[in-house]
């Protein structure tokens, strides 16, 4: 079982930046970032392939930027111009399966979340 560990949450105003990270055990396929607000259910924020392909939410498009690091097994998440919105616990996953037709149905392995707070 692949363990994804996450740094990088906190406060911050809005405006501002934060960098998310998340490590795994071992190398992995696909990695993606996702959040959970409280009685919502959990929403894409971004993935990444292991060969670059990137995929984004709209409300983050231009705003966040995922990336990753092969050698390190590790992806991290750039969070700039952050809005109250943005408040969310963020999950960090790996391993995506997939339909058919190539829609990610699933990850195999997710972190635990670490807390996001935009607020003045």
């Known amino acids: 079982q692949v363990q994804l560990v996450e740094s990088g949450g906190g406060l911050v105003q809005p405006g501002g930046s934060l960098r998310l990270s998340c490590a795994a055990s071992?190398?992995?396929?696909?990695m993606g970032w996702y959040r959970q607000t409280p009685g919502k259910q959990r929403e894409l924020v971004a993935t990444?392939?292991?060969?670059?392909?990137?995929n984004y939410a709209d409300s983050v498009k231009g705003r966040f930027t995922i990336s990753r690091d092969n050698a390190k097994n590790t992806v991290y998440l750039q969070m700039n111009s952050l809005k109250p919105e943005d408040t969310a616990v963020y999950y960090c996953?790996?391993?995506?399966?997939?339909?058919?037709?190539?829609?990610?149905?699933?990850?195999?392995?997710w972190g635990q979340g670490t807390q996001v707070t935009v607020s003045s």
């Open positions: 996953c790996a391993n995506a399966r997939f339909s058919s037709s190539g829609t990610i149905t699933d990850f195999g392995s």
């Open positions: 071992q190398s992995v396929g696909t």
């Open positions: 990444m392939s292991r060969p670059g392909t990137t």
